[in-house]
């Protein structure tokens, strides 16, 4: 069973920054990809970053690349993620998720994923 800790989260003004940090324990097998998803309110839960454990491949939707890296300590398990240029439209709760078999564009999808922490809040407002 992997075990995922988020923190970082909190409140900040358009145009600022924050970093969220993931840790995971437990038996993380090699070739697995550590991600972050977010869900605003009443919308679905969205893919955010994701990346190899090796940091090798990392994987971003538009709405967030050049904003947000993903980054890895894989000494440690744990993900960092950076994001700049925080908008209003980037509120709502991140989660850190991992997935044993995804591979490539299929790291997107939230179904992949067996292992979730549980959630961290992220609010953008001025």
């Known amino acids: 069973q992997v075990h995922l800790v988020e923190s970082g989260g909190g409140s900040v003004q358009p145009g600022d920054s924050l970093r969220l940090s993931c840790a995971a324990t437990?038996?993380?097998?090699?070739?697995?990809?550590m991600a972050w998803f977010r869900q605003a309110p009443g919308k679905e839960r969205e893919f955010v970053a994701a990346?190899?454990?090796?940091?090798?491949?990392?994987y971003y939707p538009t709405s967030v690349k050049g904003r947000f890296t993903l980054s890895i300590d894989s000494a440690n398990n744990t993900t960092y993620l950076q994001m700049n240029l925080l908008e209003p439209e980037d509120t709502a709760v991140y989660y850190c998720?991992?997935?044993?078999?995804?591979?490539?564009?299929?790291?997107?999808?939230?179904?992949?994923?067996?292992?979730w922490g549980q959630g961290t809040q992220v609010t953008v407002s001025s």
């Open positions: 998720a991992n997935s044993p078999s995804c591979s490539g564009f299929s790291c997107f999808f939230r179904n992949n994923y067996d292992y």
């Open positions: 990346i190899s454990l090796s940091g090798d491949n990392t």
């Open positions: 437990g038996p993380t097998p090699r070739h697995s990809h």
